[in-house]
C-alpha cells in the first residue's frame, strides 16, 4: 500500500486519491493523535480547538466540510479560518491557543490536485512518527478498527477468566474508547477577521524595523490563490503602490499560467506599470519568486544569499550559518563562502530545512523553489514574509533590485522533470545509476548531477551543474532519456 503521507502532508486528486472519506478520517485520526499532546485545561472552558484553513480550489469546501467533521466527531471545536495562505494557518495555529491547525491546499499543483497537511500547536509541520501514527490509525480502521480490537480483547479476557461465560465488551468499551457524545462533540466556529490578523503581523515585521516601502512600484501576481486576500493589503499597508493581477478567483482557476511558476504575465505587467521588482506566490502563498526590474527571474537562491548577507550585516544571522537543500546552486554556495556565512544542506523539503533550523538555532533557511523559512516570524515557508524581508533588504543596501541580488552568480544548471508510474523505483534501478555514474564521470569535479524523486508528484527530477548550459543540459537529457525508458509513465 502507498504511503499516505508524503513530504508536504496528504495529496492527490481531489475527490479520487483524497476523498470526502479520507479528510473525515484524516480529521478524527489527526485529534486523537495529536490531542494525546495536551489537556483539556489547557483551552478556554475546558473545550479542545484546532484551525483550519484553505486555498482557493473548488475542491476546499468539501475537504474542509469533511476535515472538520471528523475534528469534532472526536471532541474538537475547530476554528474555521477559510481561505487564507498556508503560512496564515502556521502563524495563527501558533497564537490562538489551539492544539492543532490544518491547511487545505496543494500548493502550486494544478487545481484538480488537493491536499492536506497538519500543524502542532506551535505551528511547525509534523515529524515523520506523528504522521505514520496517523496513517497507522486510518490503516487499521480508524475507531471503527479500534472498538473491533477492544471487542477482542473483551472477548479474550473474559474467555481466560470464565471460558463457559459470554463476553461482556460493553463495560470495556465504555471505559477504554473515548466517544463524544452530546456537549461533548466539537462545533465549527468561523473566524472572520483571519486574513486581518496574518496581514498585521507581517506588516508589523518590517515596521519594527523602522522601514518604509513608501515610493517601492511593485507588480504583484496572487496566482488566484489565497495571497490574493493578504498580500495586496500588507504590501500597501507598508506604503507600497502595488498593481495586482490574478487577485480574483473562482475556484478553478489557481496556479493557471500564473503565479511564481508561470512568470511571464508578471513580467508583461512591470513592462506595463515599470514597476521597480515584481512578487509572484503560488496557490497557497508558501514560496514566493521575484523579477527584478530588467525582467530578470530571481529564485529562492538569491533571494536567501541576499537576506543572510543583510542578517549578517545587522548581527542577527545565528552562528553565520544558513540552511538550504541539496538541490541549492553551486554559485549559492559560493556566495555565502565570499560572506562569511556557513551552509547546512539538508535533503529537499521545507520540513527538512526547519529541523535543521530548530535543531541548530539558526533562523534562516530555504528552498531554490522559493520556500524560505524566517524562523524568528513564522514557523513554515511564508511568501509574504519572504517578500517583506527580501524587499527591506534591498531598500537597505539603497541600490536596484538587480544590482543587490548580484551578490550571487548562479552556475548553469539544468531541471528535467520525468513522469514515471512509480517514482521510488529510480533507486533502485541499475540502468539508470549506470547512466547517472557515466555523467559524473564526464562532469568530474567542475559540476554536480542530482537525481531524486518529487515528494509531491509522480516525478523524477533531474538536476546536473555544469560549467556551460549546454554540457548540464546535455548530461541531464541523457539520464531523463533513460529515466523515461526504463520508468516512463
Same mark, same amino acid.
Given at each position: 500500500?502507498? =504511503?499516505?503521507?508524503?513530504?508536504?502532508?496528504?495529496?492527490?486528486?481531489?475527490?479520487?486519491?483524497?476523498?470526502?472519506?479520507?479528510?473525515?478520517? #484524516?480529521?478524527?485520526?489527526?485529534?486523537?493523535?495529536?490531542?494525546?499532546?495536551?489537556?483539556?485545561?489547557?483551552?478556554?472552558?475546558?473545550?479542545?480547538?484546532?484551525?483550519?484553513?484553505?486555498?482557493? &480550489?473548488?475542491?476546499?469546501?468539501?475537504?474542509? $466540510? *469533511? #476535515?472538520?467533521?471528523?475534528?469534532?466527531?472526536?471532541?474538537?471545536?475547530?476554528?474555521?479560518?477559510?481561505?487564507?495562505?498556508?503560512?496564515?494557518?502556521?502563524?495563527?495555529?501558533?497564537?490562538?491557543?489551539?492544539?492543532?491547525? *490544518?491547511?487545505?491546499?496543494?500548493? %502550486?499543483?494544478?487545481?484538480?490536485? @488537493?491536499?492536506? =497537511?497538519?500543524?502542532?500547536?506551535?505551528?511547525? =509541520?509534523?515529524?515523520?512518527?506523528?504522521?505514520?501514527?496517523?496513517?497507522?490509525?486510518?490503516?487499521?480502521?480508524?475507531?471503527?478498527?479500534?472498538?473491533?480490537?477492544?471487542?477482542?480483547?473483551?472477548?479474550? *479476557?473474559?474467555?481466560?477468566?470464565?471460558?463457559?461465560?459470554?463476553?461482556?465488551?460493553?463495560?470495556?468499551?465504555?471505559?477504554?474508547?473515548?466517544?463524544?457524545?452530546?456537549?461533548?462533540?466539537?462545533?465549527?466556529?468561523?473566524?472572520?477577521?483571519?486574513?486581518?490578523?496574518?496581514?498585521? %503581523?507581517?506588516?508589523?515585521?518590517?515596521?519594527?524595523?523602522?522601514?518604509?516601502?513608501?515610493?517601492?512600484?511593485?507588480?504583484?501576481?496572487?496566482?488566484?490563490?489565497?495571497?490574493?486576500?493578504?498580500?495586496?493589503?500588507?504590501?500597501?499597508?507598508?506604503?507600497?503602490?502595488? $498593481?495586482?493581477?490574478?487577485?480574483?478567483? !473562482?475556484?478553478?482557476?489557481?496556479? +493557471? &499560467?500564473?503565479?511564481?511558476?508561470?512568470?511571464?504575465?508578471?513580467?508583461?505587467?512591470?513592462?506595463?506599470?515599470?514597476?521597480?521588482?515584481?512578487?509572484? %506566490?503560488?496557490?497557497?502563498?508558501?514560496? +514566493?519568486?521575484?523579477?527584478?526590474?530588467?525582467?530578470?527571474?530571481? !529564485?529562492?537562491?538569491?533571494?536567501?544569499?541576499?537576506?543572510?548577507?543583510?542578517?549578517?550585516?545587522?548581527?542577527?544571522?545565528?552562528?553565520?550559518?544558513?540552511?538550504?537543500?541539496?538541490?541549492?546552486?553551486?554559485?549559492?554556495?559560493?556566495?555565502?563562502?565570499?560572506?562569511?556565512?556557513?551552509?547546512?544542506?539538508?535533503?529537499?523539503?521545507?520540513?527538512?530545512?526547519?529541523?535543521?533550523?530548530?535543531?541548530?538555532?539558526?533562523?534562516?533557511?530555504?528552498?531554490?523553489?522559493?520556500?524560505?523559512?524566517?524562523? =524568528?516570524?513564522?514557523?513554515?515557508?511564508?511568501?509574504?514574509?519572504?517578500?517583506?524581508?527580501?524587499?527591506?533588504?534591498?531598500?537597505?543596501?539603497?541600490?536596484?533590485?538587480?544590482?543587490?541580488?548580484?551578490?550571487?552568480?548562479?552556475?548553469?544548471?539544468?531541471?528535467?522533470? +520525468?513522469?514515471?508510474?512509480?517514482?521510488?523505483?529510480?533507486? @533502485?534501478?541499475?540502468?539508470?545509476?549506470?547512466?547517472?555514474?557515466?555523467?559524473?564521470?564526464?562532469?568530474?569535479?567542475?559540476?554536480?548531477?542530482?537525481?531524486?524523486?518529487?515528494?509531491?508528484?509522480?516525478?523524477? &527530477?533531474?538536476?546536473?551543474?555544469?560549467?556551460?548550459?549546454?554540457?548540464? %543540459?546535455?548530461?541531464?537529457?541523457?539520464?531523463?532519456?533513460?529515466?523515461?525508458?526504463?520508468?516512463?509513465?
Amino acid at each position: 500500500m502507498p =504511503k499516505m503521507f508524503g513530504t508536504d502532508g496528504v495529496r492527490g486528486l481531489a475527490n479520487r486519491d483524497l476523498t470526502a472519506r479520507l479528510a473525515l478520517d #484524516l480529521g478524527d485520526a489527526a485529534v486523537r493523535v495529536l490531542g494525546d499532546a495536551g489537556t483539556q485545561d489547557d483551552q478556554p472552558e475546558g473545550r479542545r480547538r484546532a484551525l483550519v484553513g484553505r486555498d482557493t &480550489r473548488v475542491s476546499g469546501d468539501f475537504l474542509a $466540510s *469533511a #476535515l472538520s467533521a471528523g475534528m469534532a466527531a472526536g471532541g474538537f471545536d475547530v476554528i474555521d479560518a477559510g481561505i487564507i495562505p498556508t503560512p496564515g494557518v502556521a502563524y495563527l495555529t501558533s497564537v490562538l491557543n489551539v492544539e492543532m491547525g *490544518a491547511v487545505i491546499s496543494a500548493s %502550486h499543483n494544478p487545481m484538480p490536485d @488537493n491536499g492536506i =497537511k497538519f500543524f502542532d500547536a506551535q505551528g511547525f =509541520k509534523l515529524p515523520d512518527a506523528v504522521e505514520d501514527e496517523i496513517e497507522a490509525f486510518i490503516v487499521n480502521g480508524g475507531l471503527e478498527g479500534e472498538v473491533a480490537a477492544a471487542e477482542e480483547a473483551a472477548w479474550s *479476557a473474559a474467555q481466560a477468566a470464565a471460558p463457559d461465560a459470554p463476553a461482556d465488551a460493553t463495560s470495556y468499551l465504555a471505559s477504554e474508547i473515548k466517544m463524544p457524545a452530546g456537549a461533548e462533540v466539537g462545533v465549527v466556529i468561523p473566524l472572520e477577521n483571519a486574513c486581518d490578523i496574518y496581514i498585521d %503581523h507581517a506588516a508589523r515585521s518590517i515596521e519594527e524595523q523602522g522601514i518604509s516601502f513608501k515610493g517601492l512600484r511593485i507588480a504583484l501576481d496572487t496566482g488566484h490563490g489565497a495571497s490574493s486576500l493578504t498580500s495586496p493589503e500588507a504590501l500597501r499597508r507598508l506604503g507600497a503602490e502595488v $498593481s495586482v493581477i490574478n487577485d480574483d478567483f !473562482d475556484g478553478m482557476d489557481i496556479n +493557471v &499560467r500564473c503565479g511564481s511558476t508561470h512568470l511571464e504575465p508578471l513580467r508583461a505587467l512591470m513592462a506595463e506599470t515599470g514597476a521597480d521588482v515584481g512578487i509572484a %506566490h503560488d496557490g497557497d502563498a508558501d514560496r +514566493v519568486m521575484f523579477v527584478d526590474e530588467l525582467g530578470n527571474e530571481i !529564485d529562492g537562491d538569491v533571494v536567501e544569499a541576499v537576506c543572510a548577507i543583510d542578517l549578517k550585516e545587522r548581527g542577527e544571522l545565528p552562528g553565520n550559518t544558513v540552511v538550504s537543500t541539496v538541490m541549492c546552486n553551486l554559485g549559492f554556495v559560493k556566495a555565502m563562502e565570499a560572506a562569511g556565512i556557513e551552509v547546512i544542506q539538508t535533503q529537499v523539503g521545507d520540513r527538512y530545512v526547519l529541523q535543521q533550523l530548530r535543531e541548530g538555532g539558526f533562523v534562516l533557511g530555504g528552498e531554490q523553489s522559493g520556500h524560505m523559512i524566517f524562523l =524568528k516570524h513564522n514557523s513554515t515557508g511564508d511568501g509574504l514574509i519572504t517578500a517583506c524581508q527580501f524587499l527591506s533588504a534591498c531598500l537597505r543596501k539603497g541600490a536596484a533590485v538587480s544590482e543587490v541580488a548580484s551578490v550571487m552568480q548562479r552556475f548553469p544548471q539544468e531541471l528535467i522533470n +520525468v513522469c514515471v508510474t512509480d517514482k521510488h523505483a529510480v533507486t @533502485n534501478n541499475e540502468v539508470v545509476a549506470k547512466a547517472i555514474e557515466e555523467g559524473a564521470d564526464e562532469l568530474g569535479s567542475s559540476g554536480r548531477i542530482l537525481v531524486r524523486p518529487s515528494g509531491t508528484e509522480p516525478l523524477v &527530477r533531474v538536476m546536473v551543474e555544469a560549467p556551460t548550459h549546454d554540457q548540464a %543540459h546535455e548530461v541531464a537529457a541523457k539520464i531523463a532519456d533513460v529515466i523515461e525508458a526504463e520508468l516512463g509513465a
